[in-house]
């Protein structure tokens, strides 16, 4: 009877040592790469440098392929970073100016697949961006997704695991260049956008022709294609709006004064009395933000309401007598 216990916990032991042995992590985890063979691939990705929230998994292609997967998150400290090719210290610094609220966080991943002897071979290796980033107000991934959905992926799998052998901590300055590059594009696409939008406004204005060097605020609010223009502080202020649609127009420039309380700018023409709203204002007393609400009621207008909205400051516009007005975007 105890040789029978014995041969039968002899044959689970034995079996265990099978399973374990079959088990596709495990054969990566306790496997080695041909480069360093001092060292398995578990005891690399599971103890260097720099990572975070590491995970092994395993799935099956469409074509009953076999492949474990690593991943693990890759945590940047923009305040650390140093230049390194194709990051520049200028483009270090624009990274530290744009991204608000929480560093960025990329993710790694490593694809082994299996073959049917128990040998394995590193297929994929690739960074992303996790989206958790925001960019002044551009919030990922809307408009940075192709970093999230596609990132970063190496011809050669083995170049970033090399690094991860070595110890090195991975950053990613491929894709932070790309994120600050991407970035001045995306500028550059939003003041075209505002440009076209003011031009079109102001083909409907014309300043008084009388009207001496002035520079003045300009507003803009890209849903209704309007904008206003003005200084309230010295009380005056205009707006235009043109619907290519329609053909429907608005203009003014009218003059008027800020309420005591210091919220409000009040027109002194009295067939006009629209709600004028001060918003966010600078050191200086310069309202970020004007809210307009019932300009139905003036004359200027046509009978709607095509200048009702939020208006946000996006440049000065400079006036010179005896020549067109001049667009300075910030």
């Not at 034995?14 to 042995?21: D, E, P, R």
């Not at 088990?23 to 480069?35: P, R």
């Not at 551009?138 to 970033?160: L, R, W």
């Not at 420039?253 to 709203?277: D, L, Q």
Request: with cysteine.
């Amino acid at each position: 009877m105890f040789r029978l216990l014995q041969s039968l916990l002899f044959l689970l032991v034995v079996f265990s040592l099978c399973s374990c042995k079959g088990d596709d992590i495990s054969i990566v985890k306790n496997g080695y790469m041909n480069f360093d063979q001092s060292v398995t691939i578990g005891d690399v990705l599971d103890n260097c440098k720099g990572l975070e929230n590491r995970s092994w998994s395993k799935f099956e292609t469409e074509l009953k392929r076999k492949v474990v997967n690593f991943t693990a998150d890759i945590p940047v400290k923009i305040d650390l970073l140093t230049p390194n090719h194709p990051l520049t210290t200028n483009g270090i610094a624009v990274l530290k100016d744009i991204v608000m609220g929480t560093d960025p966080v990329f993710q790694l991943t490593l694809q082994f697949q299996l073959k049917q002897n128990d040998s394995f071979e590193l297929t994929y290796a690739g960074i992303t961006l996790k989206p958790n980033l925001i960019i002044e107000d551009i919030s990922v991934p809307d408009a940075y997704k192709s970093f999230v959905d596609t990132g970063q992926t190496y011809s050669d799998p083995t170049y970033m695991l090399k690094q991860l052998y070595q110890n090195q901590e991975l950053v990613p300055y491929n894709l932070l260049h790309a994120i600050q590059s991407s970035y001045f594009d995306k500028k550059k696409e939003a003041k075209r956008k505002k440009r076209k939008i003011i031009a079109n406004a102001f083909n409907t204005f014309e300043f008084p022709s009388d009207y001496g060097r002035a520079r003045f605020v300009m507003y803009l609010n890209e849903k209704n294609e309007g904008i206003l223009f003005g200084n309230v502080q010295k009380g005056i202020l205009g707006g235009a709006y043109a619907n290519n649609e329609n053909g429907s127009t608005c203009s003014f420039f009218e003059k008027g004064e800020i309420n005591s309380a210091g919220t409000k700018f009040e027109f002194n023409n009295p067939s006009c009395t629209p709600e004028v709203n001060l918003k966010d204002k600078t050191k200086a007393g310069m309202p970020r933000i004007i809210a307009v609400s019932g300009t139905i009621d003036c004359s200027f207008c046509e009978g709607g309401s095509s200048l009702d909205g939020e208006y946000h400051a996006v440049g000065y516009l400079d006036v010179y007598e005896g020549r067109g007005p001049s667009l300075t975007l910030w």
